[in-house]
Antibody
Framework: EVQLVESGGGLVQPGGSLRLSCAASGFTFTTYWMTWVRQAPGKGLEWVANINRDGSEKYYVDSVKGRFTISRDNAKNSLFLQMNSLRVEDTAVYYC????????WGQGIPVTVSS | EIVLTQSPGTLSLSPGERATLSCRASRSISNNYLAWYQQKPGQAPSLLVYSASNRATGIADRFSGSGSGTDFTLTISRLEPEDSAVYYCHHYGTSPETFGQGTKVEIK
């Protein structure tokens, strides 16, 4: 069974940084692209970033380019999202997801950017 | 960027009725890389259909997806009370990926 468990969220001031982690299990991590998706309070889903199997290709939504970095550690079956220069509008629940015939989702982790 | 427009915004139906949800893309989606998700309050989304018409593992056969190119449909053939949720379409063929704004299904 696919399991994705996010951690590292919380409250941060505007301009601050956070690093989200996602621990994957129940599948062969190295054979899948991975994704981060976010959902602002009361809003719909927004794709944030993708990373390919070996970490050599990365793609981002325009609003986070230059501020967020997606990465992975295949030896530890882990996905990361380094978030810098955080803005109030980055407040959301962040989901880690496995790509491959649609997305399989983690339970999500809240990130609040507020002074 | 491919814009996905879902309609209607809200659907209010009785148990046993048929629900038809639409997702229209601003340009053709390659290889029909279009998925549908169900999200209940306080929960993560869950995959219903991928590649436009393939039901995900464990999904009841009352859920079905159809369509190609720019027009896609999710049909729930016989609504049950537990189908009350928001449903999102998602294209995943090329970056940037995008989601529709969602259709809320209410069970009377």
């Amino acid at each position: 069974e696919v399991q994705l468990v996010e951690s590292g969220g919380g409250l941060v001031q505007p301009g601050g940084s956070l690093r989200l982690s996602c621990a994957a299990s129940g599948f062969t991590f190295t054979t899948y692209w991975m994704t981060w998706v976010r959902q602002a309070p009361g809003k719909g889903l927004e794709w944030v970033a993708n990373i390919n199997r070996d970490g050599s290709e990365k793609y981002y939504v325009d609003s986070v380019k230059g501020r967020f970095t997606i990465s992975r550690d295949n030896a530890k079956n882990s996905l990361f999202l380094q978030m810098n220069s955080l803005r109030v509008e980055d407040t959301a629940v962040y989901y880690c997801a496995r790509k491959g015939g649609g997305l399989r989702w983690g339970q999500g982790i809240p990130v609040t950017v507020s002074s | 960027e491919i814009v996905l427009t879902q309609s209607p915004g809200t659907l209010s139906l009785s148990p046993g009725e048929r629900a038809t949800l639409s997702c229209r893309a601003s340009r053709s989606i390659s290889n029909n890389y279009l998925a549908w998700y169900q999200q209940k309050p306080g929960q993560a989304p869950s995959l219903l259909v991928y590649s436009a018409s393939n039901r995900a593992t464990g999904i009841a056969d009352r859920f079905s997806g159809s369509g190609s190119g720019t027009d896609f449909t999710l049909t729930i053939s016989r609504l049950e009370p537990e189908d009350s949720a928001v449903y999102y379409c998602h294209h995943y063929g090329t970056s940037p990926e995008t989601f529709g704004q969602g259709t809320k299904v209410e069970i009377k």
